[in-house]
């Protein structure tokens, strides 16, 4: 599965992005997807460094969102399209980072948010910086 991540950019403190992850190479369905923030100068780090945000369980679509993002960033997908999205509302200084999202073959979704590593593919990541 190939993964590319897109919609980052710079924004003021109180706007608003949506992200876009589209994949290709196998059946998107299959997956859970996950997404995840890397803080600036940690980006050679590596995986481990990667925080889970948000994800979507496959089949049941059931989501989960960490305290810090819950309320404002909403994860969607679109099987058809081969596509999910993070809505990102309200944003931030402290949402700045490389957004990057993840599959995987898990149930729940969870298990790769927690575990980063885990993940089966990943997305190349896209910046979002927000400004005050």
């Known amino acids: 599965v190939q993964l590319v991540e897109s919609g980052g950019g710079l924004v003021q403190r109180g706007g608003s992005l949506r992200l876009t992850c589209v994949a290709s190479?196998?059946?998107?369905?299959?997956?859970?997807i996950g997404w995840f923030r890397q803080a600036p100068g940690k980006e050679i780090m590596g995986i481990s460094e990667r925080v889970g945000i948000s994800c979507i369980t496959r089949g049941t679509g059931s989501t989960s969102y960490v305290d810090s993002v819950k309320g404002r960033f909403a994860l969607s997908r679109d099987d058809a399209k081969k596509t999910a999205y993070l809505t990102m509302n309200n944003l931030q200084v402290e949402d700045t980072a490389i957004y990057f999202c993840?599959?995987?073959?898990?149930?729940?979704?969870?298990?790769?948010?927690?575990?980063?590593?885990?993940?089966?593919?990943w997305g190349q990541g896209t910046q979002v910086t927000v400004s005050s």
């Open positions: 190479g196998d059946t998107f369905e299959d997956y859970s």
């Open positions: 993840a599959v995987g073959k898990f149930e729940p979704c969870t298990v790769m948010t927690r575990w980063p590593t885990a993940a089966n593919f």
